[in-house]
């Protein structure tokens, strides 16, 4: 069964604590990415990997951090110097940058 | 169609309609146009795509049209169904180059209700 997944579904956040979102696929895709989606707002890029060891900061990094250690895993950690997480974050793969993008279904991250 | 703000755009059509979304594009340099649909708390859904060297391309009971010149981009849906009922994003990318090149830019979506 291909696809996206992410975990958890949803995800609380005490002030000051490091947490760590979930993306895996096993579409194959070189390309990975990591949005935000605030209510009644489009998708902002948070940060994206085109390959393995490698990613770039997207239009909204700051208080983020990723890692791209296997080509199937691309976790997204919010920090504590974001402060103001609270938001629907979506991983997304594709097969190359600027291809079409699949979406997984998302983590709703909430503060405690 | 799209625009800036908190208040997305509404389209409200009775079942078996055909529904029109529209979407004006900022970039035209883009290159590549994507449809999302994005049921409530789940994941944005390929719809269906267009690359500027086309100006029309069909899926089952959903058409893009690009208009180029005036930077505009639609979605059609034929004898739309409750299940149709969703936020419906379009999204940019500049293939040519440049500072944006692979990224992907989303409008802030468009929320299409169907009644039965």
């Known amino acids: 069964d291909g696809g996206i997944t992410q975990s958890p579904k949803y995800l609380f956040r005490k002030e000051g604590q490091n947490v760590t979102l979930s993306c895996e696929q096993n579409?194959?895709?070189?390309?990975m990415y990591w949005y935000r989606q605030d209510p009644g707002q489009g998708l902002r890029l948070i940060y994206y990997s085109q390959i393995v060891n490698d990613f770039q900061k997207g239009d909204i990094a700051e208080g983020y951090s990723v890692s791209r250690e296997k080509k199937e895993s691309f976790p997204l950690t919010v920090t504590s110097a974001q402060k103001n997480p609270t938001a629907f974050y979506l991983c997304?793969?594709?097969?190359?940058?600027?291809?079409?993008?699949?979406f997984g279904p998302g983590t709703r991250l909430l503060v405690l | 169609g799209e625009s800036v703000g908190l208040h997305l755009p509404t389209l409200s059509v009775q079942e078996g309609d055909n529904s029109i979304i529209n979407c004006a594009y900022s970039?035209?340099?883009?290159?590549?146009f994507i449809w999302y649909k994005q049921e409530s708390g789940k994941g944005p859904q390929f719809i269906i795509d267009i690359r500027s060297n086309m100006d029309k391309r069909q899926g089952q009971r959903v058409t893009v049209l690009l208009n180029k010149t005036v930077k505009h981009l639609s979605l059609q849906i034929a004898a739309t169904q409750p299940g149709d009922s969703a936020v419906y994003f379009c999204a940019e990318n500049p293939l040519a180059g440049g500072t944006s090149y692979g990224k992907l830019t989303f409008g802030q979506g468009t929320i299409l209700t169907v009644h039965p």
């Open positions: 970039n035209s340099a883009s290159d590549y």
């Open positions: 997304a793969s594709g097969g190359a940058v600027g291809e079409t993008q699949y």
């Open positions: 579409l194959n895709h070189d390309a």
